[in-house]
């Protein structure tokens, strides 16, 4: 029910495709490796919102390897999702 009404107005439902911190409850390294895990059109679920876990820093370990390898980061209200 809470996708339709989300649907009626207006507002588009996606799901993640990586656990990326387990509710902040991951390690930095921890966070990191989910993060190496990443596929193209993957979506990481994070909670950047607690400072005492470690998503931060496994997501600051995480980000340069992948653009290394040629990944790109985008804003999901900018795609075209389907």
């Given at each position: 029910?809470?996708?339709?009404i989300a649907?009626?107005l207006?507002?588009?439902?996606?799901?993640y495709?990586i656990l990326?911190?387990?509710?902040?409850t991951?390690?930095?390294g921890?966070?990191?490796n989910?993060?190496?895990?990443?596929?193209?059109g993957?979506?990481?679920?994070?909670h950047m919102?607690?400072?005492?876990s470690?998503?931060?820093e496994g997501?600051?370990?995480a980000?340069p390897i992948?653009?290394?390898?040629?990944?790109?980061?985008v804003?999901?209200?900018?795609q075209?999702l389907?």
């Amino acid at each position: 029910m809470a996708v339709q009404i989300a649907k009626d107005l207006g507002i588009q439902i996606v799901n993640y495709t990586i656990l990326g911190d387990a509710g902040a409850t991951f390690t930095s390294g921890q966070v990191k490796n989910a993060l190496m895990t990443a596929k193209p059109g993957d979506i990481a679920l994070l909670h950047m919102n607690q400072p005492k876990s470690g998503t931060s820093e496994g997501v600051k370990q995480a980000v340069p390897i992948l653009k290394e390898k040629g990944f790109t980061f985008v804003q999901l209200h900018n795609q075209n999702l389907q």
